[in-house]
């Protein structure tokens, strides 16, 4: 509902195939796309009529600035979260907001338990944050908004608890051992979502 007002300008990070650039085509947002991977680009060049960098964001080169900067799964993968950061800033107006969407929360439930069993580390993440750490590192220059967890990995945690493959498709019936408001509460979650202004 805050992107409502006209004439927003958003710059989405790490965009792949678009799932974001359409929601914002489909309100009428003005919306850049950086993306890293070349097909992926070459995809949303032909898909969407909107700006697109072929780069990683730490090396973006761009002079226009941004109400909103979107990272949906993608700030874990920077090479370089300093330099992340200080991009940020630069380019967002004073009191824009940027949103974070982390995957792998390191603070997860599925984490703790799974360990090693868990794919949260079998990806090509560079980083791994959890609300404290992401909290330490942005409240230099932004203040925290909002932040709460989605709670869709509980299947998996009780598979791995009855012996089974963690990921199996099949839902297993079983007690209910955890209760998803402590979870949310505590940000638990495998991913966590973030709001954040600058100030």
Request: charged content about 30%; some cysteine; glycine content about 4%.
């Amino acid at each position: 509902k805050s992107l409502k007002k006209k004439n927003i300008q958003i710059l989405d990070i790490g965009s792949a195939s678009g799932n974001f650039v359409s929601i914002a085509k489909t309100n009428k947002w003005n919306i850049t796309a950086v993306e890293p991977s070349k097909y992926a680009c070459e995809l949303l060049k032909k898909k969407y009529d909107c700006d697109v960098y072929n780069d990683n964001f730490e090396n973006l080169k761009i002079d226009d600035k941004f109400d909103v900067i979107t990272c949906w799964a993608s700030f874990e993968y920077s090479y370089d979260p300093s330099k992340f950061i200080n991009k940020l800033k630069k380019l967002l107006y004073k009191k824009g907001t940027v949103i974070f969407y982390i995957s792998g929360n390191s603070n997860s439930l599925a984490m703790k338990i799974l360990r090693e069993k868990c794919v949260g580390f079998l990806f090509n993440r560079i980083n791994y944050f959890n609300p404290n750490s992401l909290d330490t590192i942005l409240k230099k220059n932004f203040k925290k908004k909002k932040i709460f967890s989605d709670v869709n990995d509980l299947d998996t945690i009780y598979n791995y608890l009855n012996y089974n493959n963690p990921y199996l498709k099949k839902k297993l019936k079983n007690i209910e051992l955890f209760n998803k408001k402590m979870i949310k509460s505590q940000i638990m979650g495998y991913k966590f979502l973030a709001i954040y202004e600058k100030k």
